[in-house]
């Protein structure tokens, strides 16, 4: 392993272990998922490459044995990417910002009444949330501080995102499938063979800043960076299915775009490492 890669896997890893010893997740416990992620990683790509991938292939490509490698082939692993709560708020909380049945004309979210003639809070949720009953919907959005019923009883929308602060498995749910994003796009980039195939990546930092100007960039970030993420919802709203019931074309696939802030305090090996700019 060259010194570039370890030192990337290195500091890839540390903010996971650090989370992982938070959460009491033993070395054990971890080195078997990353066995059980490489069998499965393996196959996938012998069964692309050569159309087979058998025990005894998998063993001398991952450098584990027969035996384990046959365990881990059989152990069974929750990959789904976001949990059905998340996903359902997040799609009632796009249809509420960008369906024109339930925007004004000044093309902004109106306030809705929980039940009754259309448009309302109830038909919203039948709309973009499926079966769920709306008023475990309008409760979930209240406990999250997402809406909030006005002196009239009606549902008003506060936030154009749905974080579920109060649900730690949803957080870690959140975690895995974001920064899964983020390393797919790093991969995909390096891996490329073309320019035009380049997937968006962007990064700006520096590292020499006093404690007190970080408040007013992080409130800098949040203002603009939702402005800007809204800009990409109403994009892709237009085009994805679930929305507009009717978009034409083939497959199915998922796109998007994460923003992120990040603070850290700068070591002195940190320092010599990185100095501030633009990537």
């Given amino acids: 392993m060259n010194s570039a890669l370890f030192n990337a896997i290195y500091r890839l890893l ?16 971890f080195s078997q998922l990353a066995r059980k992620v490489y069998v499965d990683i393996s196959e996938e790509r012998l069964l692309e490459s050569e159309g087979k991938a058998t025990t005894s292939r998998i063993a001398i490509v991952t450098g584990l044995t027969r035996k384990d490698v046959a365990k881990l082939r059989t152990l069974s692993v929750d990959s789904s990417a976001m949990t059905p709560r998340y996903n359902r708020s997040t799609k009632v ?3 509420w910002l960008h369906d024109s049945d339930f925007c004004d004309s000044r093309k902004q979210p109106r306030m809705l009444t929980p ?9 919203l949720v039948s709309r973009y949330s499926g079966d769920m009953p709306y008023r475990a919907m ?3 959005l209240l406990g999250t501080e997402t809406v909030e019923l006005s002196p009239t009883g009606k549902v008003r929308l506060l936030k154009r995102s749905f974080i579920p602060h109060d649900d730690e498995s949803e957080g870690i749910s959140i975690l895995g499938n974001e920064t899964h994003n983020l390393i797919d796009t790093i991969d995909h980039n390096l891996n490329s063979d073309s320019k035009d195939d380049l ?7 520096y590292d020499n800043l006093p404690e007190e100007a970080l408040p007013e ?9 939702q ?5 990409f919802n109403r994009k892709l709203a237009a085009e994805d299915r679930d929305v507009t019931g009717d ?12 923003i992120y802030y990040f603070e850290e305090p700068v070591g002195e090996e940190t320092a010599k490492d990185n100095n501030g700019k633009e990537s």
Avoid: W, Y
């Fill in 138 to 140: 309008l409760k979930e």
């Fill in 115 to 123: 039940e009754g003639e259309h448009p309302c809070f109830e038909s």
């Fill in 247 to 258: 978009t034409k074309g083939t497959g199915r696939m998922k796109a998007g775009v994460g």
């Fill in 14 to 29: 540390t903010p996971l272990v650090r989370f992982l010893l938070r959460k009491e997740v033993s070395f054990d416990a």
């Fill in 199 to 205: 997937r968006f990546q962007r990064n700006v930092a």
């Fill in 227 to 231: 402005r800007l993420i809204d800009q």
């Fill in 217 to 225: 960039f992080k409130a800098f970030v949040e203002e603009n960076g």
């Fill in 93 to 95: 909380i796009s249809g």
